[in-house]
């Protein structure tokens, strides 16, 4: 069986602090394929990187803001003019996600989203302690200390013999450290150094909890000024856009 692969195609914030892309991953099984978080550089992601997107069973979408789900708009058209697609494209995300996507697209594709699309959209509303199956795999959803309605999500994500769990974007709470026991990787949003915010998470507060994680990997991500700036002062392993990690 081919080994589980995730590949981080976009670990910046929402600033592309650093010239890096904005949030999305690839989680490749023997289950299926998926995309976690679609940030508006997707197609700049995949085409550096020489993936496809039609392997893509399922879009997973931790929250509604723009570095996370702007993507998607140029994902449908790869999928209308590039790399047809004719099978459905499931996007599992928080409620409200299916407007809110249907909106973004009419706002950037007028013209294109006033006709069906030669796929189906199927949209899956997830909330706190849900599960769903996305991409031949199980995802269950916990509440992320980020936007509060609709509330922003993070994922544990678990395949046959391996599991992942993902901030999404986060401060702080206790459920990092329970979802984290027994997972193969953690990939951490990790967007300030010396800042401290209800709504994200800094580097000294994930070191000072890192021995509490129960992950065999802890990867950060979302990586912003503040923690570029102090990278050889951080003793975690920090990602970079095209970092492939097996699982
Ligand atoms: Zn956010
Ligand atoms: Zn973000």
Redesign the pocket.
């Known amino acids: 069986m081919k080994p589980t692969r995730v590949t981080f195609l976009g670990t910046g ?2 600033y592309c602090a650093g010239g890096r892309h904005m ?1 999305a991953y690839v989680i490749e099984s023997p289950e299926g394929s998926l995309l976690l978080d679609c940030g508006p550089t997707i197609l700049a992601s995949l085409n550096r990187h020489g993936l496809s997107a039609a392997p893509i069973d399922a879009v997973l979408l931790s929250h509604l ?1 723009g ?2 789900v702007a993507g998607l708009p140029f994902l449908f058209l790869q999928y209308i003019y590039v790399e047809p697609r004719v099978r459905p494209l499931r996007i599992i995300g928080p409620p409200g996600v299916e407007e809110r996507v249907n909106v973004l697209f009419r706002a950037m594709y007028a013209d294109t989203a006033a006709g069906p699309l030669p796929f189906a959209l199927e949209f899956i509303e997830i909330r706190p302690q849900e599960t769903h199956r996305a991409g031949g795999v199980q995802v269950n959803a916990f509440r992320a200390i980020h936007q509060i309605e609709p509330p922003s999500l993070g994922f544990e994500i678990k395949g046959s013999d391996w599991k992942i769990v993902y901030t999404g ?1 986060s401060g702080w709470t206790e459920e990092l450290v329970e979802r984290t026991q027994n997972a193969d990787l953690f990939i951490c949003e990790c967007s300030f150094f010396e800042t401290r915010m209800e709504t994200h998470l800094d580097y000294p507060r994930i070191k000072a909890n890192a021995g509490r994680f129960g992950a065999r990997r802890l990867v950060l991500t ?1 990586l912003g000024q503040e923690v570029l700036a102090r990278a050889g002062e951080v003793d975690l392993e920090m990602a970079h856009d095209g970092l492939v990690v097996e699982l």
């Open positions: 914030d929402a949030a803001h570095d996370h974007d979302h």
